[in-house]
Nanobody, 115 residues
Framework: QVQLVESGGGLVQAGGSLRLSCAAS????????MNWYRQAPGKQRELVAG???????NYADSVKGRFTISRDNAKNTVYLQMNSLKPEDTAVYYC?????????WGQGTQVTVSS
């Protein structure tokens, strides 16, 4: 059974920082690409950042230079360090991975950035 559990969201002022964590179980974490998505009210879910098993990363243009994705294979955990947060970063952030052709999502963690 695949489980993805996000934590670390909260309320922060513009310019502040948060670090999200996603603990994974039920998958061979070290070989999986892990992704962070976000969904703001009234908007489609969008890819924020991804990290491959080899450590390669990709980012949405809107977060490049501000967000950093990383992983700790010993802890089966992926992180999203978010700096210089903006009100437009307000969203529910989801961790995602796949197994046997199915995509799995965590329950999400709310990030609210006040101006």
């Amino acid at each position: 059974q695949v489980q993805l559990v996000e934590s670390g969201g909260g309320l922060v002022q513009a310019g502040g920082s948060l670090r999200l964590s996603c603990a994974a179980s039920g998958i061979i974490f070290s070989i999986k690409t892990m992704n962070w998505y976000r969904q703001a009210p009234g908007k489609q879910r969008e890819l924020v950042a991804g990290i491959t098993s080899g450590g390669g990363t990709n980012y949405a243009d809107s977060v490049k230079g501000r967000f950093t994705i990383s992983r700790d294979n010993a802890k089966n955990t992926v992180y999203l360090q978010m700096n210089s947060l903006k009100p437009e970063d307000t969203a529910v952030y989801y961790c995602s991975s796949s197994k046997s052709g199915l995509v799995y999502w965590g329950q999400g963690t709310q990030v609210t950035v006040s101006s």
